[in-house]
């Protein structure tokens, strides 16, 4: 399910681009020390977006720098570094996980199964460093999988089970801004798991493999499943402007306004074959 929360790249200017490769970057540069290189094949952009809505949100003081590393040896990348990039650069490597796991248990991948091998001998840390958000996983995949074995019909409990799991994520710390940020996560799990959805549905027929649409029956219904996403997405907007966002705020308003939709409807024209 990565792959929706990233930018519209052509609308950002040449600084927000910058600001953007930078702080992905520097995940991917955290994901290298406190978890193997081999653990960055699993690096999504939309971990950039966690870590930008908590750097705007709480401004931490950044230490930045340009080495080369193994991906780009003769040229060099600007990161930026603070708590907010290492806790993504943490969240990524745990989600890259069970997502492995998942393509493991639906299309028996080989690379999945080395991939959650790989990843997983960093959970344990992770764990002890952010204990509520790992349960947090664990919770939501049971209950997914109890879902998805009784063939739910109801796409509002997958949605909202996976929306939880996103609302403890976008929660760093408890404190003024966490119902906020729950509730906005809410949203936002609604809209990737909805999106995931629509997008799969096809190919989730042709394999005879769990969908929420198709198991609510009625058959395809694009326009109908495109109007819970932008109730979904218009909730997590409006929580979102709650919150008092300054830096990088223009960058935030170019992926959840813009960049959410370009890359859902990219993806369902690829799917579509158009």
């Given at each position: 399910?990565?792959?929706?929360v990233?930018?519209?790249?052509?609308e950002?200017?040449?600084?927000q681009?910058?600001?953007?490769n930078q702080v992905?970057?520097?995940?991917?540069?955290?994901?290298r020390?406190?978890?193997?290189?081999?653990?960055?094949?699993?690096?999504?952009?939309?971990m950039?977006f966690?870590?930008?809505l908590?750097?705007?949100?709480?401004?931490?003081?950044e230490?930045?720098g340009k080495?080369?590393?193994?991906?780009?040896?003769l040229?060099?990348?600007?990161?930026?570094?603070?708590?907010?990039?290492r806790?993504a650069?943490?969240?990524n490597?745990?989600?890259a996980?069970?997502?492995?796991?998942?393509?493991?248990?639906?299309?028996?991948?080989?690379?999945?199964k080395?991939m959650?091998?790989s990843l997983?001998?960093?959970?344990?840390?992770i764990?002890?460093?952010?204990?509520?958000?790992?349960?947090?996983?664990d919770?939501?995949?049971?209950?997914?999988?109890?879902l998805?074995?009784?063939n739910?019909?109801n796409?509002d409990?997958p949605?909202n089970?996976?929306?939880?799991?996103?609302?403890?994520?976008?929660?760093?710390?408890?404190?003024?801004?966490?119902?906020?940020?729950?509730r906005?996560?809410m949203?936002?799990?609604?809209f990737?798991?909805?999106?995931?959805?629509?997008?799969?549905?096809r190919?989730?027929?042709?394999?005879k493999r769990y969908?929420?649409?198709?198991?609510m029956?009625?058959g395809e219904?694009?326009p109908?499943?495109?109007?819970?996403?932008?109730?979904?997405?218009?909730?997590?907007?409006g929580?979102?402007?709650?919150?008092?966002?300054?830096?990088?705020?223009?960058?935030?308003d170019?992926i959840?306004y813009s960049?959410?939709?370009?890359?859902?409807?990219?993806?369902?024209?690829?799917?579509?074959?158009?």
């Amino acid at each position: 399910m990565f792959g929706y929360v990233t930018a519209n790249l052509k609308e950002l200017t040449k600084e927000q681009t910058r600001r953007y490769n930078q702080v992905y970057c520097g995940i991917c540069r955290q994901i290298r020390e406190r978890s193997g290189g081999l653990s960055r094949l699993g690096l999504s952009y939309d971990m950039a977006f966690l870590a930008l809505l908590l750097m705007s949100l709480y401004e931490p003081e950044e230490t930045a720098g340009k080495p080369a590393c193994g991906l780009h040896p003769l040229r060099p990348k600007y990161w930026v570094d603070n708590e907010y990039i290492r806790y993504a650069a943490d969240m990524n490597v745990a989600l890259a996980c069970r997502n492995a796991d998942d393509d493991w248990q639906d299309d028996r991948k080989l690379s999945a199964k080395v991939m959650s091998r790989s990843l997983g001998r960093n959970l344990p840390g992770i764990r002890e460093r952010f204990p509520r958000q790992c349960q947090a996983m664990d919770d939501c995949i049971a209950e997914l999988n109890r879902l998805e074995a009784e063939n739910c019909p109801n796409p509002d409990q997958p949605a909202n089970c996976f929306g939880t799991l996103m609302g403890e994520l976008l929660v760093y710390r408890e404190d003024l801004w966490a119902p906020t940020l729950r509730r906005m996560g809410m949203a936002l799990g609604r809209f990737i798991y909805l999106g995931d959805a629509a997008r799969d549905y096809r190919r989730d027929c042709r394999k005879k493999r769990y969908n929420p649409f198709s198991a609510m029956g009625g058959g395809e219904d694009r326009p109908r499943w495109e109007e819970y996403l932008v109730l979904a997405m218009g909730r997590c907007t409006g929580e979102f402007e709650k919150l008092p966002l300054v830096q990088d705020k223009a960058l935030l308003d170019n992926i959840l306004y813009s960049g959410v939709w370009v890359n859902f409807r990219g993806e369902k024209e690829k799917e579509e074959g158009t």
